[in-house]
């Protein structure tokens, strides 16, 4: 069985319970956990009514299918109170709620009489397949003759069956107030889930079950925030450096007792956008931190240099000496690098 889907560029991400303790040791990647936030996000959004998506397939009710799915798995995210197409019916009759789904003045009156909703989350169904083929196959069944030489016996006959569940939408958010899109799939977003085998693990049924749960998952990470686990190289997302000249770093990990200023250059990817981290230098296996900044990702950085006096650590710290950064993103260190004041 396999889980393919070509719209999103990280999929799919399983949620878990730890953060992991990274070193500075290079050679891979390291995994660490961080709430993904769309662009357009904003707390304010706070309301949202997931519609009937609508159902271009030959599968019955695919659209309610995908609407309900979403509705339930955006409530469990938490980052919105959700209305489902159950509740909109209760306010629009079905001729309002196509009228405010078709767009247009007309569209933007009915929207308004949604008051208590700021945005509705609207889509299409394109693909909604469960497919099944099988095949006869046969394998040999070998045998040893009295002076040792292997021979065909006879075959084994089967039946070989494959599975298979695709699923394709397109959504967007429609801002109620004006009708105006806020935010939208830009491009299908796909899975596709299959079983095969003698008999396979999955019927039809159940791998376009989890074909759409796949999508209705890439749906979330699109409209909400949802925590992932993101990759970064600890040798490049966490160092130190002397200056920035010219654009260009000047990386070391050894400072003087008299320098006033180094800079901790962190390099992290997209999706930490808008995530608060901190950073904390300690002498070398003590405790006790001495100095502490709070910082807020942004993806506009390539890199970005927070600026530390080392002078200050050294006097506070014993003296010259091993130190140690720790990047924390929750209660634990995520990454550390230690560094020299001689």
């Known amino acids: 069985m396999m889980i393919r889907s070509l719209s999103l560029p990280h999929r799919i991400a399983l949620l878990g319970s730890c953060i992991l303790v990274l070193s500075a040791a290079g050679g891979c990647s390291k995994k660490i956990w961080v709430t993904q936030v769309p662009d357009f996000y904003t707390p304010k959004l706070q309301t949202v009514a997931i519609a009937p998506f609508r159902n271009k397939t030959k599968w019955q009710g695919a659209g309610d299918i995908i609407s309900d799915k979403l509705a339930a798995a955006l409530a469990a995210n938490g980052a919105y109170r959700v209305y489902n197409r159950n509740d909109l019916k209760t306010v629009l009759d079905e001729q309002d709620l196509q009228t405010a789904l078709g767009g247009g003045a007309a569209a933007a009156g009915q929207l308004k009489k949604l008051e208590n909703v700021q945005a509705i989350l609207t889509g299409t169904v394109t693909t909604y397949s469960a497919t099944s083929s099988s095949q006869s196959r046969q394998d040999p069944v070998y045998a040893t003759d009295n002076n040792g030489n292997s021979y065909v016996a006879g075959y084994r006959r089967y039946v070989y069956t494959r599975n298979e569940g695709n699923v394709t939408v397109t959504a967007t958010l429609i801002r109620t107030k004006d009708g105006s899109a806020i935010a939208a799939t ?49 040798d490049k997302a966490l160092r130190l450096a002397s200056e920035l000249y010219d654009n260009r770093w000047t990386y070391t990990d050894t400072f003087k007792a008299s320098d006033k200023k180094m800079f901790v250059v962190v390099e992290l990817p ?13 002498r070398k296996d003590q405790h006790e931190d001495l100095v502490s900044q709070q910082i807020r990702w942004s993806k506009a ?28 993103s929750g209660p634990e260190p995520v990454l550390r690098r230690t560094f020299r004041i001689r």
């Open 270 to 282: 997209p999706a930490c956008d808008r995530n608060d981290f901190k950073i904390t230098i300690v």
């Open 301 to 328: 950085h390539h890199s970005f240099g927070y600026t530390f006096d080392p002078s200050k650590i050294a006097a506070k710290g014993g003296g010259p000496g091993e130190y140690e950064i720790k990047f924390y």
């Open 186 to 234: 830009g491009e299908p977003l796909w899975a596709r889930v299959w079983a095969e085998g003698s008999p396979p693990s999955k019927d039809q049924h159940a791998c376009v079950s989890e074909a759409d749960m796949n999508v209705v998952d890439q749906l979330v990470e699109t409209f909400a925030p949802v925590r992932k686990q993101v990759s970064v190289d600890p």
